[in-house]
Antibody
């Protein structure tokens, strides 16, 4: 059974870079049918797709975050990662990683999520 | 960006009831619409993809319908684990967008 697990600092200072990693177990990140995505959810607010990556390294990002986001993949570790630069309080959220089925597109399964707080 | 509007934003119903949640999009997305359930403190779970296709392992009390701009999620007989928040999501084009959620509470 495929499982995803987010990891990384739960506290980031304003203006610094948020860095999270998603470890995939029970399946290979190199599957041709799937991208791997990041989605976030500020407390009490809507889900927001951040971006997704294919095992080849091909990425696509939300236009609203594109200037600050980098998603990368490490096939040797079966992991993919998120970096979000110049964070502010507006970036405080639960961050989820998920398998992103390509055609048709859907997210399943999801990791349990990791809460990132932005504070000095 | 494609805007997603769910209605109602919240509702309450007893166990065993039939409920319907609606999602309307700001432009036609054909059938590129998915539904998720998010239980309190948990990650979202995929229920329906392609507007009407039941994800493997999801109980048959869940069904989806619609195309174009208007979609519905129906739960035929509410179970205790169904009291959660439900989200629609479009995958017609990027950015992928989600609805604001419908909170389903026990009556």
């Amino acid at each position: 059974q495929l499982q995803l697990q987010e990891s990384g600092p739960g506290l980031v200072k304003p203006s610094e870079t948020l860095s999270l990693t998603c470890t995939v177990s029970g399946g290979s990140i190199s599957s041709n049918d799937y991208y791997w995505g990041w989605i976030r959810q500020p407390p009490g607010k809507d889900l927001e797709w951040i971006g997704s990556i294919y095992h080849s390294g091909s990425t696509y990002y939300s236009s609203s975050l594109k200037s600050r986001v980098t998603i990368s993949v490490d096939m040797s570790k079966n992991q993919f990662s998120l970096k979000l630069s110049s964070v502010t309080a507006a970036d405080m959220a639960m961050y989820y990683c998920a398998r992103h089925h390509n055609t048709p597109q859907w997210f399943d399964p999801w990791g349990q999520g990791t809460l990132v707080t932005v504070s000095s | 960006d494609i805007q997603m509007t769910q209605s109602p934003s919240s509702l309450s119903a007893p166990v065993g009831d039939r409920v319907t949640i609606t999602c309307r999009t700001s432009q036609s997305i054909t059938s590129h619409l998915n539904w998720y359930r998010q239980r309190p403190g948990k990650a979202p779970e995929l229920l329906i993809y392609g507007a009407s296709r039941l994800q493997s392992g999801v109980p048959s009390r869940f069904s989806g319908s619609g195309s174009g701009t208007d979609f519905t999620l129906t739960i035929s007989s509410l179970q205790p684990e169904d009291f959660a928040t439900y989200y629609c999501q479009q995958s017609y084009n990027t950015p992928i967008t989600f609805g604001q959620g419908t909170r389903l509470e026990i009556k």
